[in-house]
Each structure stands twice: as structure tokens, then as C-alpha cells.
């Protein structure tokens, strides 16, 4: 099966200054590829996705990038505030399954 | 949000005894999850439904079974509990998965097994 990790398992960082995390998948089937913010004590909330035809996607703050040829994604999170500490899982699926796999998650710590 | 739906939300019982976790969703999607979250492991998946009657093991199934009788409701059963499956359980839902929809979470079930 499909075999996805994911670095940092902890990030700190200043509010302001941007924050990254990467995710590597093992299977070149994989076509889906979201990412989810958990909150203390929350559910997993979807924040973005993405298609295995798009390389980029951004929605305001939030960037996710795959580069499909080494197999990896990442989320990229510019000027970020307190609100966005939380952990973040990203996950992949594969096209004709119906499983999501998922990386064992990064703690963004943001200091004010 | 989805509407999704997880009772109870909160329960403590003892070692030995069934236990029965209901996943409720109104969103008639076709494919449904359970999960278990601990710390150190991120989220990982115990049993997972295509369609009604229609169910597949994940990766941590033992001491686990479930049932889907309806679109609706997806049950999580600990036939009898031990103090390992004390976790937080999250059920999920998706549109398809074929169709790269996501999965959406419903609120979780705290249980503590003594």
C-alpha cells in the first residue's frame, strides 16, 4: 500500500516569518493529495488540496506545491499568525481505492 | 460543515465490556471511516465502508468490527474492551474517492476504557 510521511514533526516559528511542511508519498499512483489543520481537542478541518494535473495551488495565505516526478508535496504557509498553530496532517489517495493514507502530522507552534 | 454526527461524544466504561461508537451523516455520501487518533500516531484507520453492507479492515482492525445497514449510520463495535483501545475515535466521510473528494471529520468520540 501507500506509504506517506511527513517533516517536520515539530515546527516553530515567529509569527510573520512563513512555514513549511513537506510530505513524501511511495506509491506513483496517488492522484489526491489534501492537507488538514487540527486544532487542540478539534476534528481535522480541511484547509486545501490538491489534483495530481495541477503542480500549485494557493488560497490566500495557503500554498500546497507537487512535484510529481520525486514524489513529494508540501504546504506552505505564509506570514503566519498565532491562529495557525495547530497540527497538520497531509494524506493521499489513490486512484480506484477507496483509502486515504495519511503522514503522522506536524505541530506548527507560531510565538507571537 | 458536514453533517456529521458522532454519539456518544464522550464515554468511560470497563475492560470487558461492548462498546458501541454510532457515526450519523446526512450528507448521503457513499463512503465512510473510522479512525483512531493517539498520541504519537497520528490518525489510523480501523475499518472503512464503500456502500451499505459493503466494509473493509484498515490497518489497526483487531479487536474491532463494524456494521453499515443504512447510507447513513456507520457502527463501530469493541466487542470487549481492553484499556488499549482507549483513544479518541473520529469518524469520516467522503463524496468518492475516485473522484478525488476529500474527507471531512465528524467531532470524535473520547472513550476511556479503565
Known amino acids: 500500500g501507500e506509504n506517506v510521511e511527513q517533516h517536520p514533526s515539530t515546527l516553530s516559528v515567529q509569527e510573520g516569518d512563513s512555514a513549511v511542511i513537506k510530505c513524501t508519498y511511495s506509491?506513483?499512483?496517488?492522484?489526491?493529495f489534501p492537507w488538514y489543520k487540527q486544532e487542540l481537542g478539534k476534528r481535522p478541518q480541511l484547509i486545501i488540496d490538491i489534483r495530481s494535473n495541477v503542480g500549485e495551488k494557493k488560497d490566500q495565505r495557503i500554498a500546497v506545491t507537487l512535484n510529481k516526478t520525486a514524489k513529494h508535496f508540501s504546504l506552505h504557509i505564509t506570514e503566519t499568525q498565532p491562529e495557525d498553530s495547530a497540527v497538520y496532517f497531509c494524506a493521499a489517495s489513490i486512484k480506484n481505492f477507496n483509502k486515504f493514507y495519511f503522514g503522522s502530522g506536524t505541530k506548527l507552534n507560531v510565538k507571537p | 460543515d458536514a453533517g456529521i454526527t458522532q454519539s456518544p461524544r464522550h464515554k468511560v466504561t470497563e475492560t470487558g465490556t461492548p462498546v458501541t461508537l454510532r457515526c450519523h451523516q446526512t450528507?448521503?455520501?457513499?463512503?465512510m471511516y473510522w479512525y483512531r487518533q493517539d498520541p504519537g500516531h497520528g490518525l489510523r484507520l480501523i475499518h472503512y465502508?464503500?456502500?451499505?453492507?459493503?466494509?473493509d479492515k484498515g490497518e489497526v482492525s483487531d479487536g474491532y468490527s463494524v456494521s453499515r445497514s443504512k447510507t447513513e449510520d456507520f457502527l463501530l463495535t469493541l466487542e470487549s474492551a481492553t484499556s488499549s483501545q482507549t483513544s479518541v475515535y473520529f469518524c469520516?466521510?467522503?463524496?468518492?474517492?475516485?473522484?478525488?473528494?476529500?474527507?471531512?471529520f465528524g467531532d470524535g468520540t473520547r472513550l476511556s476504557i479503565l
Open positions: 465502508s464503500y456502500g451499505v453492507k459493503d466494509t
Open positions: 450528507e448521503n455520501h457513499r463512503y
Open positions: 506509491d506513483s499512483a496517488s492522484n489526491y
Open positions: 469520516a466521510i467522503s463524496e468518492s474517492v475516485q473522484a478525488q473528494k476529500p474527507q471531512h
